[in-house]
């Protein structure tokens, strides 16, 4: 939360997955994504999962996003959404 307002959140669920990471475009390019990103995949790695993934719309700036933080395209999902990966290394 920034100035009263919901500046980002994610969600990830214990079984591997990130479902949710957004952030608002008043607060994009400051780091919100990226703290929350790596946050929901540390929590992630110390369930012990050795691979997580997500979906997202192809073409993105959220695909992008991914890629850049080093998630691998693994296919497609129900509803076209892209699939990525992320191996803990």
């Not at 079984?15 to 008043?26: E, N, Q, Y």
């Not at 992630?44 to 993105?60: D, K």
């Amino acid at each position: 939360e920034t100035e009263g307002k919901v500046a980002a959140f994610a969600s990830g669920y214990r079984t591997g997955s990130i479902w949710a990471l957004f952030v608002h475009p008043d607060y994009q390019r400051r780091g919100y994504g990226k703290a929350l990103h790596d946050t929901v995949v540390t929590w992630l790695w110390s369930l012990g999962h050795q691979r997580i993934w997500l979906s997202t719309a192809p073409g993105t700036r959220a695909e992008h996003f991914y890629v850049t933080q080093g998630w691998r395209h693994c296919g497609t999902v129900l509803g076209g959404d892209i699939r990525l990966e992320l191996d803990n290394a």
